[in-house]
Structures are given as C-alpha cells and as structure tokens.
C-alpha cells in the first residue's frame, strides 16, 4: 500500500572530520569564510533540500540538511538517494572524486544527527575536547545560512535548541575550565621542542582569530618577539599594535617581503586562508641557509594547508601540521574524561527532551481535529436538546454546559494518550 503524503522533512548530517579523513583529504572539502555563504546557497539548491547548514573547520566538515522525503520510496531507498545526492553536491562544488571522499564520510539520521549536531557545538567530538572555538564557529555558520535562507523553521529550532545544550555544559561542567584550542596546543608543542620560549622570534603568517590566539599563548610562555604578516596589512599591523609592550617586541612583515623575512623568525605559526601552499620546499632550504643551518620550527594550523609537508625532508626544518597536533590533545583529553562523562550525560538527556519536543509537534494537529470534531458534536446534541433546555434558569445551563464539556474531555482522554503514545512508538521504530 502507498500513499502519496509528504513528510515533514528528514533530518540528515552528512561529514567528515579529524577521526575519519586525514588532513590530505579534509584541505580538499575545506570551505574558506568567504565562500561559505555561496556553498551553502548551493545546497539549498540541491534536489529535495529545503533547509541546510554547512559547518567548515580546520577539523571537519560537516553537512546539515533537512530534506523532502516521500512515502512512496521505501526508507532504505529515500536514506540511499539522500546521502547520494549530498555525495554529489561535495562532488561537484569541490570537484573531487566521490570515491575519494565516501570512505572517510559518516552519515546521521533524526536522533542521531540531533546527538552529533548538540556534541559538536559542546566540544565533546573536537580533536582537543572543551576546546571554546567551536560554537563560535557553529554560530557563525549558522548566521550565514540564515541569512543566505536555507535555515527556517526546523533548523532554527534545533539550532537554538544546540546554543542552549552547549551553554548547559559550559555552565554545570568543568569541561572547559581550563582555556585550550588547537593554538594554545601549538604553542604547547612549540615550548617542548625548545624548552623555553624565552629569547626566541616567532612568525604570525596569517593574522586570524587562531593567529591572534597563539599570540597571546606565545606571550604567557615567554616569547618577547613577534612578527606579523598578513595579507591585509592594516589587520597584521592592528594584531602587532595589540600585543605590543615593554615587554614584547612586535613588527610587521609586509605580506610580498614574507619569503625574504621569514627566516628572521625560529618559529613559524601558519594559518591563513590561501588555497594554495605557501611554503615548500625550496623555501626551506633558502631559510636554513640564511640561518645558517640553525633549526626552524614550521607549525601549520591552517585547512588547506600553508606548508608543503616535504619540507621536513629538509634538515633542520621541521613542520607539524593540525593532524600532528592531536598527540599533544590527547593528554588533555585524559584529563577531562571525567568532565566530558557528565556533558555525554547532559547530551542524552536533552536529545530526550526534544525528540520530546517533536513528538508532541507532530501530534497537535491530530489532537486538535479530534478536540474540533469532539466540540462540533457536543454543540449539534445541545442544539438538538435545545427545546428540552428551554426552561433551564441560566444556571442549570451553565452547568449543562460544564457536564458536557467534563463528558467530552475524558471521553477524548483515552483517544488522545493512546495518538501521543503512537507517535513516540512510531519514532522510536
């Protein structure tokens, strides 16, 4: 038997991340800030999407979708055509091979796709875990397909639903007591390599919201002097006039003087935007030979990548890309095991809370048919008493009319219990 009733939508998120891809394939899908707004309008115009969010990090990219489904397809069908059509959408916009994709993507459903969306923006799937970036950066997307029209009615209500469950986690754990992100881990790697920051030149290439971030962590360990370059030179020269101090020496690198400058620095922190490489390996040997073979440190937290990993084929250079990093995250992951306990908790419960929440959504309007119908046929039985009634005083009327309305309700209590228990019973199947 088919029928030819649309649903109200299918809820699909669609990624990959720092578990399932290395950085060789995640710098493929890698969407800059500027481009976002664009891709997600490119979604959105996708066969069978009605809303869609795009969330693009240095760790993942993930693809949020709410999508026409029609009970005439068979669930296995309308679930393989669905994840088909986003494979194509990455396909097509990056111009990468699916098969090169498909194997390092995870796909969740409904429940499942709420409980990744609310461990996302609560840092328990980062690689550094409590990590505060990431719902900047949920919101942030969010804000961006909002304005370009693809998030309505149900995104919205999972989204602020998201907000609200990270803020939750913020506020009753201590997950994120301690301040760390990818560039404070950074920072962190470059202090145990050279034992002290003291004394030592360090490079900002790229003057982003990470750039600045590992300033401030390059100053707390020591360094007292930081160079800038950026692209846009007044943003390199605004982060260079905020740190600068009596006691941290700061100067700006114009952008086309990088390759002449660069060795001035033992420390490099990369992390622009470019699509292409920055550094390779030619680069390094004409850097080593200007310091004469004194070592520098290359540490590369920008998706797609700033520094041609070859470079570490050249001696005294050495580079640690964002997947290198997630050694260094691990220890802090042991660390909050206990805190991050009690965050999946507070997750599972409000997964509860608002698969609730839909369940009940999709059983008003039936309930209010059936009160409507229940209050039609009390007003057409009062009306075919009416004669009999004629002689009631106001008051017996008013009771009359408060008997019936008590009959209907708990004649309607039994129906309208067993259609919310129908709908819990048919989302859980």
């Known amino acids: ?47 069978g999407i009605r809303e869609g969010l795009i969330l693009s990090t240095c760790n993942r990219v993930e693809l949020l979708t709410l999508q026409e489904e029609n009970t005439d397809t068979d669930t296995s069908g309308v679930q393989a055509k669905n994840t088909t059509d986003l494979l194509r959408f990455l396909h097509e916009y990056f111009a990468v091979p699916p098969s090169d994709i498909q194997p390092h993507l995870y796909e969740f459903r409904e429940r499942e796709a709420v409980r990744h969306l609310f461990r996302v923006a609560s840092s328990l799937d980062s690689m550094v875990v409590g990590e505060p970036q990431i719902l900047g950066q949920v919101k942030e997307a969010y804000t961006i397909a909002r304005d370009a029209g693809a998030v309505s009615t149900h995104l919205e209500a999972l989204l602020q639903r998201t907000f609200t469950v990270a803020k939750k986690i913020r506020t009753e754990t201590q997950i994120g007591s301690s301040s760390v992100s990818i560039a404070s ?80 620095a033992d420390i490099v922190i990369a992390s622009t935007g470019a699509p292409q490489k920055l550094f390779d390996r030619s680069h390094g040997q004409h850097f080593l030979q200007r310091r004469r073979n004194r070592p520098m ?17 050249v001696e005294g250079c050495f580079v640690y890309d964002i997947d290198d990093l997630q050694q260094v995250a691990a220890a802090n992951l042991a660390d909050r ?14 997964v509860d809370k608002y698969q609730e929440r839909l369940q009940s959504r999709d059983a008003v309007p039936a309930i209010k048919a059936l009160q409507l119908q229940a209050e039609e046929l009390r007003q057409a039985e009062l009306a075919r008493s009416q ?43």
């Open 337 to 350: 095991s206990r805190e991050a306990e009690a965050a999946e908790s507070i997750v599972s419960r409000e």
């Open 185 to 264: 881990v950074a920072v962190d790697l470059a202090r145990k390599i050279f034992g002290s920051l003291q004394g030592k030149t360090v490079l900002l290439v790229g003057a982003g919201k990470m750039s600045e971030l590992a300033a401030r962590h390059l100053i707390q360990q020591g360094a007292s002097s930081i160079l800038v370059a950026n692209r846009t030179q007044s943003r390199a020269e605004k982060i260079a006039a905020t740190f600068s101090s009596a006691s941290v020496l700061t100067a700006v690198i114009p952008f086309e003087a990088l390759y002449e400058q660069a060795d001035r």
């Open 1 to 47: 038997m088919t029928t030819n009733n649309i649903k109200p939508g299918s809820l699909v998120l669609l990624g990959i991340n720092h578990n399932t891809a290395p950085i060789e394939v995640r710098e493929r899908l890698a969407i800059p800030a500027e481009r976002l707004a664009d891709a997600t309008r490119t979604l959105l115009h996708q066969p």
């Open 387 to 429: 004669s009999k009634l004629a002689d009631l005083t106001p008051q017996q009327r008013e009771a009359v009319e408060a008997l019936t309305r008590s009959l209907t309700a708990k004649l309607l209590h039994p129906q309208l219990t067993a259609l919310r228990e129908s709908v819990r019973t048919k989302d859980s199947d």
């Open 297 to 313: 440190f290359f540490i590369d937290i920008a998706v797609p990548r700033d520094v041609d990993p070859r470079m570490n084929e």
